[in-house]
């Protein structure tokens, strides 16, 4: 056959794998609200960036009439292409072919493709929808699943790894968004969880529908399984886009820098706090005011949202923030929130981002539901994620940094490069209140009018202690600043940082509280 032929054979080839699980799936599909796979990819991708490979891929099943099944591209597409220029590499499963689920052929494709990112040191992005394991393939299917943990875990910290639930992700295969780095969600469409509504309804007896069981709002708002929620999947794409312009290609490299529009501005940043340490605000106003472009990009903004997590630039660099939200149960530290801000903390060193870190808390959460749930084991995480951290580790104390909850939020202690205070600074064991009760309990019980000594007491605690002064005296702050100077201050720990080097004892690996 002459190559014109052949050409047209081709042609004809493609176009039949390309129509994937047929007309009927594909608009059975629509019918859910979903893109297709390879609508999705195109979507996400640079114009024309996207190189399918595998397209002609054929399983190898032979029982339960898999024999004569002719899955196109076992239900997955994978391929490599941009975004904003940054080299991808992708996978996504076809809900229309097989519901998407993972035989031999369908996992190799994704560790192929896994390894591919690996060795090219580029992102990935998995893009998920699939009814689980092939049932047909029995432990063939069992396996496909484990050599992609293994994978997963062995490009974490070493390549970004991005997921997204675009459809049911159950049983098992829950576990590889759960070894990646960020996961996202969309609303009325992902659905991720271990058991389904049909088995708690033989073992338990309780009636659930996906949605709430493991909806996108689920995953964003309770278990903290998702880092973005989006309402719809376009959405969720463009938060994609934002999310690789702030991270680097693997941890060898730095994140593209992005020059500030210019000029910045101005902020009425010492507006923004009140001067009672008990009046909440938005810690995200005052990011927002430091932060280049006032842009900032949350990480897990419906979760633990005591503490705020997320990325930002200064002066062109990306730099990830850890913020306490006193507008959320005073921005204390509890379980979840310890859990949250460890988890970035991690991916910010490992991935080469300094942290600013702005302090504003009354401590960690009292309380025996927390001391219950492990806040001693969660918290640590907290301790033991900025100590790890060698970043350029810079931070501000906004207001109250009291015991603990001083000490956990990168203070000097944990070897943080700068630490800058405003004035209106606290920094002591515990606030003036609670303090002032128990060290002044004699004065105060067998004072004449003891409600008129405990303010007195309150008071004198508050002077000599309620002040950034003591901590700067002893060399924890390195100064003491107006509210104007912070963005200053911190362009300039970054300028002076470029070169930071932290020596560590050798070690395989610590062990933190996991
Ligand atoms: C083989 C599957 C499949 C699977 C779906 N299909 N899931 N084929 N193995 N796991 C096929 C269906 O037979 C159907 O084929 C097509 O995909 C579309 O599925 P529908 O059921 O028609 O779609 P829908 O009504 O939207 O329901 C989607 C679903 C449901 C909720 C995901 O299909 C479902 O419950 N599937 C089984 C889920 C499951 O139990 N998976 C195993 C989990 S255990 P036809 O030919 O009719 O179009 C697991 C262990 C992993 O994953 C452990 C790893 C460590």
């Not at 032929?5 to 081709?10: A, D, N, S, T």
């Not at 490979?53 to 239900?75: I, N, P, Q, T, W």
């Not at 058991?195 to 309780?206: D, M, N």
């Not at 419906?302 to 149960?329: C, D, H, K, M, S």
């Amino acid at each position: 056959m002459p190559l014109k032929g052949k050409i047209l054979e081709l042609k004809k080839r493609k176009e039949e794998v390309l129509l994937g699980g047929g007309e009927q799936a594909i608009a059975k599909q629509q019918a859910m609200g979903k893109l297709t796979a390879r609508e999705r990819v195109i979507a996400l991708l640079d114009e024309d960036s996207f190189n399918e490979y595998d397209l002609f891929a054929e399983h190898e099943a032979r029982d339960f009439g898999m024999e004569s099944k002719v899955l196109h591209g076992d239900g997955v597409i994978i391929g490599t292409g941009t975004i904003y220029g940054a080299p991808i590499a992708i996978f996504a499963q076809d809900f229309t072919v097989a519901g998407g689920s993972l035989g031999m052929m369908h996992a190799r494709k994704i560790t192929k493709i896994m390894d591919y990112a690996l060795r090219m040191r580029i992102p990935l992005i998995g893009i998920n929808d699939s009814g689980g394991a092939r049932i047909q393939e029995g432990v063939n299917s069992l396996a496909g699943y484990g050599e992609i943990f293994f994978r997963n875990t062995l490009a974490s910290g070493v390549v970004p790894q991005i997921s997204v639930i675009l459809g049911p992700c159950a049983g098992g295969a829950v576990y590889s968004p759960a070894l990646t780095d960020f996961v996202f969600t969309v609303d009325n469409i992902s659905k991720m969880f271990i058991t389904g509504p049909e088995v708690i309804k033989t073992v338990l007896g309780e009636e659930i529908s996906m949605e709430e069981l493991g909806g996108a709002r689920v995953h964003a708002e309770i278990t903290g399984n998702a880092h973005f929620y989006a309402e719809s999947e376009m959405e969720c794409f463009e938060q994609i886009k934002k999310l690789i312009t702030y991270i680097p290609w693997n941890n060898t490299k730095k994140a593209r820098r992005f020059e500030p529009k210019d000029p910045k501005p101005e902020y009425n940043i010492e507006k923004i706090v009140p001067g009672d340490p008990k009046q909440p605000y938005d810690v995200r106003d005052v990011i927002r005011a430091v932060a280049d472009d006032s842009d900032f990009f949350e990480v897990h903004e419906f979760w633990a949202a005591n503490i705020v997590v997320g990325f930002g630039r200064i002066n062109g660099e990306t730099v990830g923030f850890v913020a306490n939200q006193p507008l959320v149960l005073a921005g204390v530290l509890d379980v979840d929130s310890s859990d949250k801000a460890a988890r970035f903390i991690r991916y910010c060193d490992a991935f080469n981002i300094p942290l600013v870190t702005l302090v504003d808390l009354p401590g960690y959460l009292p309380g025996v539901d927390q001391e219950h749930a492990g806040v001693i084991r969660h918290g640590a995480k907290v301790l033991y994620a900025f100590s790890e951290a060698s970043v350029p580790k810079m931070t501000v104390i906004l207001r109250k940094a009291y015991g603990g909850g001083y000490i956990a939020m990168n203070s000097r202690h944990l070897r943080a490069d700068f630490v800058f205070a405003w004035p209106g600074a606290e920094i002591a064991v515990m606030g003036p209140e609670g303090a002032a009760n128990i060290i002044f309990r004699k004065e105060i019980t067998e004072a004449e009018d003891p409600e008129k000594m405990r303010r007195l007491k309150v008071k004198e605690y508050k002077q000599k202690f309620a002040n950034p002064y003591v901590a700067a005296s002893r060399g924890y702050i390195d100064t003491v600043i107006e509210p104007y100077e912070t963005r200053k201050l911190l362009i300039h720990a970054l300028e002076v940082s470029v070169n930071k080097v932290s020596d560590r004892p050798w070690k395989k690996h610590g062990i933190p509280p996991f």
